[in-house]
């Protein structure tokens, strides 16, 4: 009986291999040829995670990709660097002509100007108002007769623009300094005239008198820029000169200042020398363009595919580690140099289309282009950091500017709050006795001169002693601020470099990985050129994972 039981467990033990054998699936390979598929997910995302931090030789040589965005940079770079050169030499005539032409108005108009007098120019008699206002303009009447120059009174339609004489002072009141009493109405009255040359008004001068204005639009054309084969352009200078007397101090400020108006020249005509054709200056525009849109577009594409790859890293260990990704490992999938990339290109585009107007003469302002190209420009310089970061020696520092960059903010923080407070301590103390307190902003100007050491003597000499409470104070206020910046502060934002220097350093000798994401990729040790990183058949696992990026 038992040998019938025994032959029937044969039998039915025969059955179960011959089902086994039928299948070639047992039981426990399904499970083992899941766990073999986690991990080949694991190590492809390795592999992906490792690729994406390769630099351009390394990535050729793990996929045969080219460095194209390497190449779109150093173009990029070239290009824009002429463009900002091109630029800056014609805006440097500019403003040449500018300055120049207001130097030329002051010494028209101003009697007994003399350069460098521009702070200390003023009138202190009442015949001396109405001499240098009929100064003004007799020079304004006589102008064809006396400039060098080849200005000309503004013209609209056959009428000359006159000049306009503008006078405010208080509506009424009456001021007896002798009985130490005033009344007056602050309400304040504007009188205006216009100057011709059968008629003349003088503007009367009075104790409530605040400012005469005297205003009047001249035109010239910049021909320099014929010498550089670029079309003149034609400028109306509207002149504006000031006589202040809101102090009222017995000191009238005298002051001539100029508005510009950059406009193209209704009709031209050049003989002897060719003129640069403006059009190819636009198509190099819009090439600078192109490029920056093309490295807008790439570098934006790597910053998703960064982010894209820090979620799937992210879901990987929260999946299967069941650990949350810190920031900083979050962060390190944000390469900052791409954003720095991105801001350079959209300002350098923004940039080349203001330049392309300022060109075709739709616009004249030339202080928002030369900002954003200048900016645009220094950005794209910064990002070639970037490339030289993948050398050894030049890694530790950039590493060390990233690494140190959170406490110096820190420090800054605390640092300002001190700089703060000594600012506003010598504005209100040192300003009546100091030139270089007088307002917050020379302040710190002052002050940040003394953290470097420059203008240090002059600062405590210039100190009036009219009191010696004050004097005595200004000395211990410089003192304890200088000792306390200069062998303090500074000396503790350079330990913060150097120890994180220090840090820096020794990690990169000892080589352990510092980090959970570093130590996920520690793992990989699979070099660029083993071929486990390219993109064909034989590679399955790496194919399915990396075909998007």
């Known amino acids: 009986m038992n040998h019938t039981y025994l032959t029937a467990d044969m039998e039915d ?36 995670i490792k690729y994406f931090f390769m630099n351009p030789c390394e990535k050729y040589h793990a996929r045969g990709r080219k460095p194209w965005k390497l190449v779109l940079q150093i173009i990029k770079i070239v290009l824009i660097t002429v463009q900002l050169v091109s630029f800056g030499l014609s805006n440097q005539m500019v403003v040449t002509f500018k300055e120049e032409n207001l130097m030329t108005f002051k010494h028209l108009f101003l009697k007994d100007y003399v350069d460098g007098s521009s702070d200390t120019y003023a009138v202190y008699r009442q015949d001396d108002v109405y001499e240098y206002i009929d100064y003004i303009i007799d020079k304004y009447g006589h102008l064809h007769n006396i400039t060098v120059g080849n200005h000309e009174y503004e013209k609209k339609g056959s009428i000359y623009t006159p000049m306009t004489v503008c006078q405010e002072f208080y509506l009424n009141g009456s001021i007896l300094p002798s009985n130490d009493t005033f009344e007056i109405d602050v309400k304040v009255v504007t009188g205006m005239f216009e100057y011709k040359k059968t008629e003349y008004m003088r503007p009367f001068f009075s104790d409530l008198m605040l400012t005469v204005k005297i205003t009047f639009v001249l035109k010239a054309i910049n021909l320099q820029t014929v010498r550089h084969r670029e079309l003149p352009d034609c ?23 100029n508005d510009v108006d950059i406009n193209e020249c209704r009709d031209w005509k050049v003989t002897g020398a060719s003129a640069r054709n403006i059009n190819l200056t636009v198509l190099f525009d819009c090439l600078i363009i192109v490029t920056c849109i093309t490295s807008f577009a790439l570098c934006t594409r790597s910053v998703i595919n960064g982010i894209q790859l820090q979620l799937e890293y992210t879901l990987y260990c929260r999946k299967n580690i069941g650990k949350e990704v810190p920031l900083s490992d979050k962060l390190e999938f944000l390469n900052g140099w791409y954003i720095l990339i991105i801001v350079s290109d959209m300002l350098s585009i923004i940039g ?9 003469k739709v616009l004249t302002s030339y202080d928002i282009c030369s900002i954003l190209l200048g900016t645009g420009t220094m950005l794209v310089w910064i990002g070639v950091i970037r490339y030289m970061g993948y050398f050894r020696k030049y890694n530790i520092l950039i590493l060390t500017l990233r690494a140190a960059f959170p406490n110096v903010i820190r ?11 000594y600012c506003f301590c010598g504005w209100i103390v040192l300003g009546p006795y100091h030139e270089k307190f007088r307002t917050l902003n020379t302040v710190s100007e002052c002050l940040f001169s003394l953290i470097n050491g ?35 502060i500074l000396s503790l934002f350079i330990t913060i470099i150097t120890d994180t220097y220090d840090t820096i350093k020794q990690q990169q000798q000892s080589g352990t990985p510092t980090s959970e994401l570093q130590k996920f990729l520690s793992v990989c040790k699979d070099l660029p050129n083993s071929g486990l990183y390219r993109l064909n058949e034989n590679r399955g696992c790496f194919l399915d994972c990396c075909i998007n990026r």
């Open 352 to 360: 080349s289309i203001l330049k392309i107007e300022i060109q075709t």
């Open 411 to 421: 420090f800054i923080c605390c640092a300002g709050i001190i700089y703060l407070s």
């Open 454 to 488: 420059d203008d240090m003597y002059p600062t405590f000499k210039n100190m009036k002693q009219k009191s010696s409470l004050v004097w005595v104070f200004s000395r211990v206020y410089l003192y304890s601020f200088v000792s306390l910046f200069i062998y303090m």
């Open 13 to 48: 033990s025969s059955d179960l291999y011959d089902e086994y054998e039928t299948d070639n699936t047992p039981p426990w390979a399904d499970h083992q040829h899941q766990c073999l598929e986690d991990q080949d997910n694991v190590e492809c995302l390795r592999r992906k």
């Open 235 to 257: 400028y109306d200078f509207t002149v504006i000169i000031t006589f202040d007397n809101q102090v009222h101090s017995g000191r009238i400020k005298v002051d001539l200042e």
